[in-house]
């Protein structure tokens, strides 16, 4: 063990602002950068990069091991580099994207996949990850919902933290394990109309129930390091906000771990006009609590000098400069700097057959199947297999922000088709690009030629992996008119035909939902998707995802969301009446709800059953449903428990998930799930800015979102 406060009292001033310093790996890489380069611009001397304290965003190991080495040559201290990257949803085999996960409604799933990212992580030189990112979004016009588990606090939180415990495992010595670093605190996705970088503007109340407990359950998981966001959250930008940073962060939730600032966020203040002056944008993110500048150098140039004229205490620097080198003690970097880097670039720990199984089942438990007539699964006696569309054959496949992965090492969907139906006859035809301007119809009469004759199509539609994700905002998440048009034609040809989808985001699938019998929605599925999209559309695999984000009906009703209060005047779906709270051109519901998705199974829900109808604030009752597998096909539900509050003196949400179990059935198993509820179930923030329950009626469903079923009151005595 190295003696922190011994290190700590033999460094300048100036070496302890290199360890909150975060740069580039291109500073450090291109040797010319102290005359032509990134040094100019961040005012920095070769003398001050030998302080620097952690590196970002270098893309192979070869890379870290070099800066590592050279910087422990420099360094007067020694102190090792701490290295960081965005391992979001894997680091070279790519599993779903994390909105995807959360539709497995599966914690397993999520542990396997993180575990098997830090492993492939450490031998890429990854020490700490910027994820989970657990940002709540209800709006899909925003690109970055992809990273998110979706709009349910409980289930955000639940995969958040499911999320840190995989990463960081029971020791940081231990080399399987990388530190975590939850983002963006806070309330990023709540960005303005959907625009990302945009403002967030929303009451402490909304913030509290539904914005901030997934951050607060991975503090509670034992996050490492937390990054504040880009934004400002109402009127002020996170890094120089107290209610968060100090009142929420600190005081209430205690958090003690190393917090950074996202990329240049220090210096975003100067843009967000909360100060014309880099220096105060110094002291302002410091004094809030931000550790570590992540790519500005404003700490290195002024805080000597604000700390000369005591606007920040030396105490305080070392206190925040005694987390980072804390940080580093629990990851081992004292005694291994280099903590399984593979300098060959070429670890056979990466896209191993184990890795890929995983990351195929994976993607097969996040698929969704949105609708189904019948006509899936398909026979795999078929002789004839049209697939068609802008992602019939691409390893585009993997979505945004994939790290290493590498289109190239995706398994198509034609490929997952060819292992899956060695006998059968596949035709190929893109039929259109996936642009959301492509008019291209040229490939049309080739598609349509293709269907005419095939005993099944496949019509593989979507939106291009990168528009969505970091910057990539829509004002039109409608599935491409295009697209669409051959949907149409193909259709006419042959009616035996599914749509399988892919997106970032929940797009808006109406009109295909009109077109086509059958849709199963993969998302961005990753280096496996191919197979997982054949064994799902032939019935090798039962589908089992459940929606994680509603998908809108029109991307005029974003944002949309399921726990929505109380909406006055609603009458029955269907046309729009005057009066009655509805859209002229579409009823407020979504397409499809949150916690929608269909099985090739078929489960019945026979009963909810309450232990008792009444409960005091020290009882617990216990909840039982009965679910039927009435079919001769085996597969997964995920039971769901929902509680609305009837009356209280805020409005309550209509309906609010607060429990989920995902099973296995049998053909014909007959399964009765229990839920126990207690008191803190029922509470929600108060006006009086407290968590509290009301006595009084509460509806227990079952079910999902929108199609609640078997409801019981159960009322709360105080
Ligand atoms: C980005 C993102 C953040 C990421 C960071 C480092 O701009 O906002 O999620 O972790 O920079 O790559």
Sequence with gaps: MTDLKKLLSQMTVKEKLGQLTQLNARVFIDTQADITGP?????????????????????????????????????????PMVFMMDVIHGYRTIFPLPLALGCSFNTDVVTECTKMAAREAVAGGVQVTFTPMVDYVRDARWGRVMESCGEDALLNSTMGAAQVKAFQGDDLRNKENIAACVKHFAAYGGADTGLDYSPVDISEHTLREHYLPAYKACIDAGVEMLMTSYTAVNGVPSNANEWLMK?????????????????????????????????EAA???????????????????????????????????????????ELKEKLGLFEDPYRGACETDDSEVWLTEENR????????????????????????????VALIGPFADTGDIIG???CSGRPSESITVKEGLRRLLPGAEIIVEKGCGYEFNDTDKS????AVEAAKGADAVILCLGEPQDYSGEGNSRVDISLHKIQLELAREIVAVNKNTAALTFSGRPLVLSELDETVPAILHMWFPGTEGGNAAANLLFGEVNPSGKVSMSFPRATGQCPIYYNRTKVIRQGPTGPHTKNVASFIECDMTPLYSFGHGLSYSSFKYESLELSSD?????????????????????????????????????ARPMQQLIAFKKLHFEAGERRTVEFTVDEPMLRFWGNDHKKISEAGEFEISTGYADHLIHTKSLWLEK
């Excluded at 009142?247 to 205690?254: A, N, R, S, Y």
């Excluded at 000369?308 to 005694?322: C, T, Y």
């Excluded at 490939?443 to 080739?446: I, V, W, Y």
């Excluded at 909840?623 to 997964?636: A, F, L, Q, R």
Aim: contains cysteine; proline residues 2%.
């Design 39 to 79: 040094l100019l611009n961040l005012k920095l001397t070769k003398e001050d990069l030998t302080t620097v304290g952690s590196v970002l965003n270098y893309w192979k190991p070869s890379e870290m091991v070099a800066i590592q080495r050279q910087h422990l040559k420099d360094d007067r201290n020694k102190i």
């Design 247 to 279: 009142k929420i962060l600190k005081d209430e939730w205690g958090f003690s771990g190393v917090v950074i600032s996202d990329y240049s966020a220090v210096k975003d203040l100067v843009e967000h006009a909360i100060t014309p002056s880099e220096k």
């Design 283 to 325: 002291e302002i993110a410091f004094n809030n609590g931000v550790d570590i500048e992540m790519v500005s150098t404003f700490y290195m140039s002024h805080i000597e000098e604000l700390i000369a004229e005591g606007k920040i205490s030396e105490e305080k620097l070392d206190e925040a400069v005694l987390r980072v080198l």
């Design 357 to 384: 199984d995983i990351a195929r089942r994976a993607a097969e438990e996040c698929a969704i199947l949105l609708k189904n007539d019948g006509t899936l699964p398909f026979s795999k006696d078929v002789k004839k």
């Design 400 to 402: 945004f922000w994939a």
């Design 443 to 446: 490939g049309f009469a080739a």
């Design 614 to 650: 009444k409960m005091g604030v020290d009882d617990k009752v216990t909840v039982k449903i009965t679910v039927h597998n009435e079919s001769d096909v085996p597969g997964k539900e995920t039971v769901m428990l929902y509680m609305r509050d009837v009356f209280a003196s805020n």
